[in-house]
């Protein structure tokens, strides 16, 4: 395993393999009919095969198929393949499948391909502090994410807080977690605490390369600045977000009737901004 050398502690270049796990689960299955696991072109898609524990990648070209494991897996774990996007690119057509497997301890990874007369083969596009790899990773802790007083979330079937591609904007992004004690008064831990911020990572055609940090990707754009997320909680009223801002003050966010977090996208309907006693 290959740790980046940088201020966000959270991603790993390589294969992370072994994870602690402490609950035996049932392997969920996503079919290859599912619209996220396939690429947009139709040509890539991902599926679990719960009777060898392994992540399959399949290549369908000129109506031949060709199946490819790209991940063995402990028979504890759970398995999700999130999507599938078909990048394009200058030189070449890239594939991104991203996937998460674990148990309260996740790993997230995106993977890159490209097409051959073999089938799938490995791209190194993604280009961080000038090492090229063609698998990004980062960890995260589903039971941190839920002390942060219970985000209305599915954290697997949404795919919120782990890696994310906007095929839109052609960026990808990567959660950023630390170690910030925000005190029980918020959370019941300060170990990897969920941040609410991601860093950026951004295609050009060729590679992936750095285009900074920015919040949430399903917030408004202009509530994105701030430098972490303390609280979300889902009411019968709405939805209420409390952040923390960079100059140290609190903004308590509330939108009327918002039941998931793509309500978000709007602006909100209350916004106060206040001291940590008043929150």
Known sequence: MKL????????????????????????????????????????????VDTLHNALLGHVELDGVTSTHTLVIYGPEM???????????GKDKNVYLLIYSYGHLLYLDEALAYTIDKDGLKPASIFNLDGILDSVVSCMWYDQLV????????????????????????????????????LGSEFANTSCLQYTGRFEILHYDGNTFVRDGTDGAWWLHPELRNYKRTVSNKK?????EQVDLMPDGAYRRTFWKGAK????????????????RNDV
Not at 22 to 39: K, L, M
Not at 147 to 162: I, T, V
Not at 235 to 239: E, L, R, S
């Open 260 to 275: 998931t977090l793509d309500d978000l996208r709007k602006n909100p309907d209350v916004l106060n901004i206040c001291k």
């Open 146 to 181: 839920e002390a942060s007083e219970g985000f209305p979330y599915d954290s697997l079937d949404e795919n919120r807080f782990g890696i994310h591609y906007d095929q839109y904007t052609k960026r990808l992004f990567i959660p950023i977690l630390d170690n910030h004690d």
């Open 235 to 239: 009411t019968a009223d709405g939805i």
């Open 4 to 47: 980046m050398k940088n201020s966000f502690p959270t991603i790993i270049i390589g294969l992370f393999s072994i994870l602690l796990v402490f609950n035996c689960c049932v392997a969920h299955t996503i079919s290859s009919s599912d619209i996220s696991c396939r690429s947009e072109d139709g040509k890539v898609w991902m599926e």
């Open 78 to 88: 759970e398995n999700y393949p999130k999507s599938v996007h078909a990048l394009g």
